[in-house]
């Protein structure tokens, strides 16, 4: 089974603080990404990598980093957590040329 | 990028009744994919559509990718109350970079 494990479930954080959102894939898949999901805003693509060290901007990437340093883990870097980051965060992996991707659990992170 | 328009954004249906759900697009896609997210979890895949026509169905799930390749739907017959969930549509251009993207979703709420 494809597993795709998340550091945390929940998270609360201060404006200010820099923030480290881990992902970590055991199925060796090339592409990997980060996703926001807000309520009634479906699945928002935040970064995604299809390569170790290659990173590609998604449709929301303001205010974010990410890392890919190992293929089988992707970070998501708040630098600097601001409250309207406040959300759900979700990471997926998926081998090249099938469409399926594997999410993990999610991370609920708060910024107050 | 590209958009995609699901319908409806909620609904709240009796237990036995039937689903339909559709998502439109303005572009082409080369791939439809079709997911469901349980509470607390991340979506997992219910039904994967290649090709422009294909009616494909997963027990009382059946899911078609339209002619024109800009929109897909979703029917889920006789619900049961594990049906209760967020559905989200996804397209692809290129399944090599698995890079998709996503519905609004639709909210189902199942009364027993």
């Known amino acids: 089974d494809v597993k795709v494990t998340q550091s945390s479930r929940y998270l609360v954080k201060r404006t200010g603080e820099k923030v480290f959102l881990e992902c970590v894939q055991d199925m060796d898949h090339e592409n990997m990404f980060w996703y926001r999901q807000d309520p009634g805003l479906g699945l928002r693509l935040i970064y995604f990598?299809?390569?170790?060290?290659?990173?590609e901007k998604g449709d929301i990437p303001e205010g974010y980093s990410v890392s890919r340093e190992k293929k089988e883990r992707f970070s998501l870097i708040l630098e600097s957590a601001s409250t309207n980051q406040t959300s759900m965060y979700l990471c997926?992996?998926?081998?090249?040329?099938?469409?399926?991707?594997?999410f993990g659990p999610g991370t609920r992170l708060t910024v107050l | 990028g590209q958009q995609l328009n699901q319908s409806p954004q909620s609904m709240f249906i009796q237990e036995g009744e039937d689903v339909s759900m559709n998502c439109t697009s303005s572009?082409?896609?080369?791939?439809w994919l079709w997911y469901k997210q349980d509470p607390g979890e991340g979506p997992v895949l219910l039904i994967a559509l290649y090709k422009a026509g294909e009616l494909t169905s997963n027990g009382r799930l059946t899911a078609q990718f339209g002619i024109t390749r800009k929109d897909s739907f979703l029917n889920i017959s006789a619900s049961i109350p594990s049906d209760v969930g967020i559905y989200f549509c996804a397209g692809q251009i290129n399944t090599n970079a698995g890079k998709s993207t996503f519905g609004d979703g639709t909210t189902l709420t199942v009364k027993p």
């Open positions: 997926a992996s998926s081998p090249p040329g099938v469409g399926e991707q594997f």
């Open positions: 572009s082409i896609f080369n791939t």
């Open positions: 990598s299809y390569d170790v060290k290659m990173k």
